[in-house]
């Protein structure tokens, strides 16, 4: 098996490796790298605002940072590192040897990749994006905004969205066909119901910003009108084809960290989780829910009000699914023994901020507050609230939890502590204080202010609890690294958790299971009995993995998944040509397909074909 499963060695085997493990550990590193380039950006925001009429950087260049820092965390952060954390821990959940389409995925890492290194090559050479993460027309038009910085933008937007595709496929494919046997929906996490759903959200809102951004590309370089009125366009189009995928992938982003806290919290309170069914299925209605908000980013662009009166209604109605969570997981802590190890710490951290930032999204749900409110630091102060406290808090609880996982050794429980505490009051001294100065005028995409204005005080508050959370992140990043070479060994299940990442070894082998294993219980390794059965049949000498019926996973047929290659990385830079290429002529759009056609036949060359089901057997005594 191991030698089956073994990539080549050297450069040339990272190139080419297809292994979601190799993937999936690669894209949280490149995505945590631009978290770290994001937070950087906001504290030199947060430096130019600490105290009135500041001159550190001039009014363009604040424009640059404010459109890098969301654009990083929304596009380059938030989303793609709660797919690349799916892609790397859902087959080892599931019992099976690698996602459904392995070259597919090495695509949609390379994509991404590329797409980072446009956005950030552009701001080094002074010409990123500086019309806002959102790019509003007509701002963002030829007319307000000429050279090529929007375009860069736009492109970014078009690359990362391509591997968020790539990755939802992966996730669905591979969850429906490749569980282990008698792992039935029903005895399905709940962790992997939520990137489920996520996944689905992905697939029908993705492609709304990537029409949105292609017609705004082509406003600006080929002389169309979509967004132009003077021409028959409409501005506020853009805004409908952004937010119609811009609420959503709020819940991209929370979806998954909801599923990290209910996977964490049974571990860690030493009993199964109340009320899995609730759970579940206030997942599946977040996931229905957040299509229908999103034009409550719009109250004040004069729509109908009794149109508005609906996104009201439904801005409130998507409490109650996160509402019903919040109590099960409340319940289940209250009804165990709960262990305060540093995951569990993040995830109490989480439920306060959540709950915080879940009312203030109430209020400005409100049409006649948020028309006061629009366009200020009190939303400022709630975006981070609920991006940072009910996304970033859980996805620390992650690495926390699977970090032994992943590498064999433990992180420092006394340093994670130190980081929790920097960055929980840190967190709450930045934010807190910007409901105030939304309250007293202060708008957003300002670079300096008055000191007449009387926000000077809770400015530099704000910006003092920034330190806070950089300190906090420097806390974490020295215990990565020291426990990457020191970190105490973790042993195979360091929590005594209850599925089946735990199963195989910490770090895992290539192969991930030597055997696939059989499920007997919603809790795989908790409901497992002295005499479990494993799948037996599978042929050593080749790539196959199981292939399981969609609703009660029954064996159905075992496939060969092909080895590494470097197709993928080719057909990546094609698509780089086509769409980087575009910014400058059209003729990209002719050339880019035709070099891509070498490296897809290169990619579908070896592809074979799949095998009968295997045979079962008992596990040895």
Request: hydrophobic share 50%; charged share 10%; aromatic share 16%.
């Given at each position: ?47 130019q ?38 892609l ?80 939802a ?29 996520t ?27 979509f ?10 189009l ?35 989780m ?9 997942l ?17 662009t004069?729509?109908p ?21 919040v ?45 006061q ?23 620390f ?7 032994p ?42 670079y ?37 070479r ?16 735990w ?5 895992p082998?290539r ?53 590494g ?5 080719l ?19 002719v ?22 089901p ?8």
């Amino acid at each position: 098996m191991e030698r089956t499963w073994a990539e080549k060695p050297g450069l040339w085997g990272w190139l080419t490796s297809t292994d979601h493990k190799s993937i999936g550990k690669r894209y949280v590193a490149t995505a945590f790298l631009f978290f770290l380039l994001g937070g950087i950006e906001a504290a030199v925001m947060r430096a130019q605002l600490a105290r009135p009429e500041n001159r550190l950087v001039d009014p363009d260049l604040y424009n640059q940072l404010f459109t890098m820092h969301g654009t990083t965390m929304m596009f380059l952060f938030g989303v793609p590192v709660q797919l690349a954390i799916a892609l790397y821990l859902v087959p080892l959940i599931l019992g099976t040897r690698n996602v459904a389409f392995p070259r597919l995925n090495a695509f949609g890492y390379w994509t991404y990749l590329i797409g980072g290194l446009l956005l950030y090559g552009a701001f080094f050479l002074n010409t990123g994006p500086d019309a806002g993460w959102f790019n509003y027309v007509p701002l963002s038009g030829p007319q307000f905004s000429p050279g090529k910085r929007v375009d860069v933008w736009a492109q970014t937007v078009t690359f990362t969205e391509v591997a968020a595709l790539v990755a939802a496929v992966e996730i669905i494919v591979t969850i429906f066909k490749q569980r282990a046997p008698g792992m039935s929906l029903n005895r399905l996490p709940i962790y992997v119901w939520a990137v489920l759903v996520t996944a689905f959200v992905v697939l029908f809102a993705m492609p709304s910003v990537a029409l949105g951004s292609m017609m705004l590309a082509m406003d600006r370089l080929v002389g169309t009108h979509f967004f132009n009125p003077a021409e028959g366009g409409d501005p506020l189009l853009w805004q409908h084809l952004f937010w119609f995928f811009g609420h959503p992938e709020v819940y991209i982003m929370f979806l998954p960290a909801a599923g990290f806290v209910s996977h964490i919290i049974p571990v860690f309170a030493r009993r199964k989780m109340f009320g899995y069914p609730l759970v579940v299925l206030s997942l599946v209605a977040t996931g229905f829910l957040s299509f229908g908000l999103w034009v409550h980013h719009m109250f004040t662009t004069g729509l109908p009000q009794l149109g508005q009166s609906f996104f009201t209604a439904a801005s409130i109605i998507i409490a109650i699914p996160s509402g019903v969570q919040v109590f099960c997981w409340i319940a289940t802590l209250w009804a165990g023994r709960p262990r305060f190890a540093t995951p569990l710490l993040f995830v109490l951290g989480f439920l306060f901020l959540f709950v915080l930032g879940g009312i203030t999204g109430v209020m400005v749900a409100s049409v006649p507050f948020d028309q006061q409110a629009h366009d200020t630091y009190f939303v400022v102060a709630h975006l981070h609230y609920v991006q940072v406290g009910a996304f970033v808090f859980p996805l620390f609880a992650a690495f926390y939890f699977w970090f032994p996982k992943a590498t064999g050794r433990m992180l420092s429980e006394t340093v994670g502590r130190w980081h929790f505490w920097l960055f929980f009051i840190g967190m709450n001294v930045t934010f807190f204080p910007q409901h105030f100065l939304g309250l007293m005028g202060m708008t957003r995409r300002v670079y300096t202010y008055l000191p007449e204005t009387g926000w000077g005080p809770l400015n530099l508050l704000s910006s003092l609890g920034a330190a806070m959370m950089a300190a906090g992140i420097l806390c974490f990043l020295a215990n990565v690294f020291r426990s990457l070479r020191h970190g105490a060994i973790a042993g195979d299940d360091p929590w005594d958790a209850h599925s089946l990442e735990w199963a195989t070894s910490s770090p895992p082998p290539r192969y991930n299971f030597l055997n696939i294993p059989v499920v007997q219980g919603l809790y795989a390794l908790w409901d497992r009995t002295p005499d479990r059965p494993v799948v037996v049949g599978m042929n050593p000498e080749r790539r196959e993995v199981l292939l399981t019926t969609v609703l009660d996973a029954e064996p159905d047929a075992r496939y060969t998944h092909p080895g590494g290659s470097i197709a993928p990385l080719l057909a990546a830079l094609a698509v780089a040509v086509t769409f980087i290429g575009g910014i400058f002529t059209p003729w990209a759009f002719v050339v880019g397909p035709i070099l891509l056609f070498p490296p897809l036949l290169l990619w579908m060359a070896t592809q074979e074909k799949q095998k009968g089901p295997p045979t079962w057997a008992e596990e040895p005594a």
